[in-house]
């Protein structure tokens, strides 16, 4: 089983900034792709960001220019740089790895989920 891990939540004013981490553990053998995603109170879940393994991005339109995607592969980990933050950005950001784990197993993982409000 693929285990994730999210910080860097909170609540923060328009303008500002954050930073999301994931760091996923357990038996891992390759993560391939890595992602973000946010769920606002009465809509549905959207992506936000992804990064293939070979760094490759994509972003919604509605983040373009201000949020950045990166990883780090030897700490198995995902970010967020959220600039210029506004007060439609607030949701719950979700984690979400595809990584080939223990007893060689496809797994499409998601975090737990952490709380970003963006104040007007």
């Known amino acids: 089983q693929v285990h994730l891990v999210e910080s860097g939540g909170g609540l923060v004013q328009a303008g500002g900034s954050l930073r999301l981490s994931c760091a996923a553990s357990g038996i891992i053998f390759r993560i391939d792709g890595m992602g973000w995603y946010r769920q606002a109170p009465g809509k549905q879940r959207e992506l936000v960001a992804d990064i293939t393994s070979s760094g490759s991005t994509d972003y919604a339109e509605s983040v373009k220019g201000r949020f950045t995607i990166s990883r780090d592969n030897v700490k198995n980990t995902v970010y967020l740089q959220m600039n210029s933050l506004k007060p439609e950005d607030t949701a719950v950001y979700y984690c979400?790895?595809?990584?080939?784990?223990?007893?060689?197993?496809?797994?499409?993982?998601w975090g737990q989920g952490t709380q970003v409000n963006v104040s007007s």
């Open positions: 979400n790895v595809r990584a080939l784990g223990g007893r060689w197993v496809e797994y499409d993982s």
